[in-house]
């Protein structure tokens, strides 16, 4: 936590040095102490600490400036700082004055000059007033703050990407803080500048990109080498765990991440049947965990997207979206999946605003005692209908097929009809999101029945299925017809043989047919789609890896 400021105010240079250096003497191991040699100037002093979210604990200001009165200048900066302590520095011709501010401005002392000595007329006074300051006073956050507003998707993209790298942040809807909103107006310029974001160094980010973020918070978003033994693409359960092996063994590796480590997994509120942690593990929390341990064995994680890739034999290079690039002998392609989207009218309107996809755990508490829904019928929509039903009043989830059972595991099954605030509606279908300025309602659909009805609720979080991240691997690596990378005896053969594969042996159980380049994970067809599977598979590659860098 930085230290409180005592600010100190007087026209007599003389004056202001001397009852500088007395309180510096005494007060400056826990407290940072600036003077200001007139009114108008401490103002402007007092005004900037406000908006760098600096704290102010005690003024001192002499009564008679020339350009403001002591008494009016305290006034103003109590305004700004209404829990500093205020001090008049008077002579006895301003006793009067003094007093009568004690009930106008409250004012908390008059110190009569000359205070000498200071340990007897002064540090008494300001122990005192410190004292009292310290035990009541409430200490602003000392981080990032973020201003915007909730009905905003690029608010809600960046609170996501702050919580996901586990960046601690103070979050101010502007829409219901009249005060916060002219300070954040005042940083932006106009509403469509937002959201805003405010760093403890006094700089600003206004709707920023995850990258400019990234270089903000001080994530790596420039590798250090060039040429690496190991890439690995996506920094999920798969990534990560590739990553611990390859690193632990040896191997030079980088991990590229363009959003967050933890990936879908990262976004679940609870996995309850990972192996070795019988209460259960947020997904944030694993995800956390892994990134200590893949840095403890020295691997860097890139915060960066990858844009394409060339392959030369034995090279593979990879373009970054910063323009860079970075090449090994060996890519693990474990990119995992992005979330399918629901192609209803209405939803893209309200994404961020009523409508969000995964469990979405920063807006969680925004829909305390509120009417929600969820989507979908299989595990991570069960997962986030049991985390979303601590907060709302109620939680309806609406399935497409005719049961829980055909995608959900029983364990959640029993747990969901065990919770008296969530409702399974299945056989159902969502038609359109209907609203103004943020989502009011939905119209749903009974299959059976045939029949349509409107469904009253504040919010939606969808959980219908994933599409895999392929999209710069067209024309390079095989994949099948839904985009899922092909690997080992998957892979399409022509003459009992993998088209365009030179080598003289098969391509590994988790090789693609490009050599060298590997996939694990929910990216890669066949897979289990299940984090243990996930961390088993990206550990798996990196024996495979070890074997063709013996070739190269």
Known sequence: MKLPFIIIVDDDVQVL???????????????????????????????????????????????????????????????MFPEAKLVLLTAYSDIEAAIRAINDIKLDFYLLKPWNPPEEKLYPVIDDLLDEWSANSKLPYDGIRLFGTRWSAKCYEVKEFLSRNLIPYQWTDIDTDEEMKELALSHAGEIGNFPV??????????????????????????????????????????????????????????????????????????????????????????????????RRFGAEILTQEVVSLKVEQPYKTLTLANGKEVSSYAVVFTAGVSVRMLEKEGVG??????????????????????????????????????FFSRYAKTVTMIVRAGSLGKAMSSYLIERIEATPNIKVLTGTEVNCIIGE????????????????????????????????????????????????????????????KVKGWTPERDPFLLETNVPGIFAA????????????????????????????????
């Open 17 to 79: 040095r001397s009852i500088q250096r007395d309180v510096k003497s005494k007060y400056h191991e826990e407290y940072r102490v600036s003077i200001a040699d007139s009114g108008n100037e401490a103002l402007d002093l007092i005004r900037e600490l406000s908006q760098k979210n600096e704290t102010v604990a005690l003024i001192i200001s002499d009564q008679r400036m020339p350009e403001m009165e002591g008494i009016e200048f305290l006034e103003m900066a109590k305004e």
């Open 197 to 294: 974001v405010l760093f403890p160094d006094g700089s600003k980010l206004l709707k920023p990109s995850h990258n400019e973020i990234a270089e903000k918070v001080g994530l790596q978003t420039q590798a250090k080498l060039e040429f690496y033994d190991l890439i690995i693409v996506g920094a999920g359960p798969s990534g990560l765990a590739a990553a611990v092996y390859g690193a632990s063994e040896g191997l030079k590796t980088l991990i590229i991440e363009h959003n967050a480590p933890g990936g879908q997994a990262g976004t679940s509120s609870q996995i309850e049947n990972y192996l070795g942690f019988p209460a259960g593990i947020s997904g944030a929390d694993l995800a956390r965990r892994a990134v200590t341990q893949v």
């Open 349 to 386: 309107k309200f994404t961020g605003a009523g409508v969000y996809y995964g469990a979405a755990m920063t807006e969680a508490a925004l829909y305390k005692e509120q009417d929600i829904c969820v989507l979908g019928g299989a595990n991570s929509a069960g997962q986030g209908a049991l």
């Open 437 to 496: 300025d943020k989502l009011e309602k939905i119209s749903i659909h009974d299959i059976a029945e045939g029949k349509d009805r409107e469904l009253d609720t504040c919010a939606v979080f969808i959980f219908i299925g994933a599409a895999p991240r392929t999209e710069i691997l067209k024309d390079i690596i095989e994949t099948d017809e839904k985009g899922f990378i092909l690997t080992g005896l998957d892979l399409p053969k022509e003459n009992n």
């Open 521 to 552: 994970g929910d990216i890669r067809a066949g897979s289990g789609k299940r984090v243990a599977a996930a961390v088993g598979e990206g550990s798996a590659t990196i024996s495979m890896v070890h074997r063709y860098l013996e070739t190269v």
